[in-house]
C-alpha cells in the first residue's frame, strides 16, 4: 500500500488556504481585498500573510497610490506549487480514505 | 497527522479551494456602464457630425470618450486585482480602440472615409471585439450583439446610406445600450448573490 502523504502545515490553516488559493486566481491583490473576501481581521489576516510570505509562497509590494499607502500581495511560483502539492495530497488522502 | 484528518474535513478544504478560485475569478467583471457610455459617445458623434462638424466630432468624441472610460475605469476597478481574463477582455477593447481611431482619423484626414466602407469597418471591428470577449467569457447575449454588427456590417455594403444610418442607429442602440444596461443588472445581482455568499475564515 502506497505511503499517505503529509499535508503542508503552512498551508493548512484554512484562512492560509482561502488566501493563497484567492491569490492562485488573480495576479496579484491589495490587503484591504483579501480582508472583504475573507472577512478576517486586520491582525489575523496580517499574522497569516506573514507566514505565507515567510515560507517564500508570496511576495508582498507596497507602494503610494494617490498619497495613499497600498499593500499588493502576489502568489510566487513556490507558493503555486505549493497550493497544486497540497491539493494532489489532498486528492491522495481523499482516495485513501473512500477505500477505507 | 493524518489519522485524525476525517473524510469531511478533507472535502471541505477542497470545497474551499474551489470557491476561492471562482471568487477571485469574479472580480472584474464590472463593464457594462463601458458599453452605454460608448453607446452615448456614438450618438454624440453622430449628432455633432450630422448637424455640426464632421471634421472633428468623431476624433473629439472618441477622444473624450476614451479618457473618461480610463478615469471612470480605475475608480470602478477601485482595489479589485487583475485576473488575466480581465486583462485579455481589457486587450481586446483598447486594441479595437486604438485601431479603429487611427483608422477613422486616417481616411478621414486623407478624404478616403466612404460612408459605406466606413460603417462597415466599424461594424465588423464591433462584431470581432463582441464575439472574442463573448466566447472567452461563454456568454451567449454578446455572441448576439456580434451577429447584429456582422448584419450591420454586411447591410453597409448592400443598402443605401439613409438605411444604413437606421440600421447603425438601432445596431448602437441594442448592442451598445441595452446590452450594457442589462450587463449592469447582471453584474448587480452577482454582486449581492456573491456578497450575502462571502464567509469568514480563521487560521
Known amino acids: 500500500m502506497p505511503e499517505l502523504p503529509d499535508l503542508n502545515p503552512v498551508i493548512h490553516g484554512k484562512l492560509r488556504l482561502a488566501l493563497l488559493s484567492l491569490l492562485s486566481s488573480v495576479e496579484e491583490a491589495e490587503f484591504t481585498w483579501l480582508r472583504a473576501k475573507t472577512g478576517s481581521t486586520d491582525g489575523n489576516l496580517g499574522a497569516q500573510l506573514l507566514k505565507l510570505e515567510e515560507a517564500g509562497y508570496l511576495a508582498v509590494e507596497k507602494r503610494f497610490v494617490q498619497r495613499k499607502p497600498q499593500t499588493l500581495y502576489r502568489m510566487t511560483e513556490a507558493g503555486r506549487q505549493a497550493l497544486t502539492d497540497y491539493v494532489q495530497a489532498l486528492k491522495q488522502l481523499l482516495g485513501a480514505a473512500i477505500d477505507a | ?125 464591433l462584431g470581432t471585439a463582441n464575439a472574442t470577449s463573448s466566447i472567452i467569457l461563454k456568454w451567449k447575449m454578446q455572441f448576439a450583439c456580434a451577429v447584429v454588427w456582422w448584419t450591420a456590417m454586411v447591410a453597409a455594403l448592400f443598402t443605401s446610406e439613409n438605411v444604413t444610418a437606421i440600421i447603425f442607429l438601432v445596431a448602437i442602440f441594442l448592442c451598445q445600450i441595452v446590452f450594457g444596461i442589462y450587463g449592469m443588472i447582471s453584474e448587480s445581482r452577482r454582486h449581492k448573490a456573491d456578497a450575502a455568499s462571502q464567509g469568514v475564515f480563521h487560521a
Not at chain 2, 493524518?2 to 471568487?23: F, H, P, V, W, Y
Not at chain 2, 475605469?73 to 477593447?93: F, L, Q
Open chain 2, 1 to 125: 497527522m493524518m489519522g485524525n484528518i476525517e473524510e469531511q474535513d478533507l472535502k471541505d478544504r477542497l470545497s474551499l479551494i474551489e470557491t476561492m478560485i471562482a471568487e477571485g475569478r469574479r472580480t472584474t467583471e464590472s463593464w457594462g456602464w463601458t458599453f452605454v457610455l460608448w453607446g452615448v459617445a456614438y450618438y454624440v458623434a453622430i449628432a455633432w457630425s450630422a448637424f455640426g462638424r464632421p471634421s472633428i466630432a468623431w476624433p473629439v468624441t472618441m477622444t473624450v470618450g476614451g479618457a473618461l472610460t480610463s478615469v471612470l475605469a480605475s475608480r470602478v476597478r477601485g482595489k479589485h486585482p487583475w485576473t488575466t481574463v480581465g486583462r485579455a477582455m481589457m486587450a481586446i477593447w483598447v486594441g479595437m480602440g486604438i485601431s479603429l481611431f487611427i483608422l477613422m482619423l486616417s481616411l478621414g484626414m486623407t478624404g478616403r472615409l466612404d460612408l459605406h466602407i466606413g460603417a462597415a469597418i466599424v461594424a465588423a471591428m
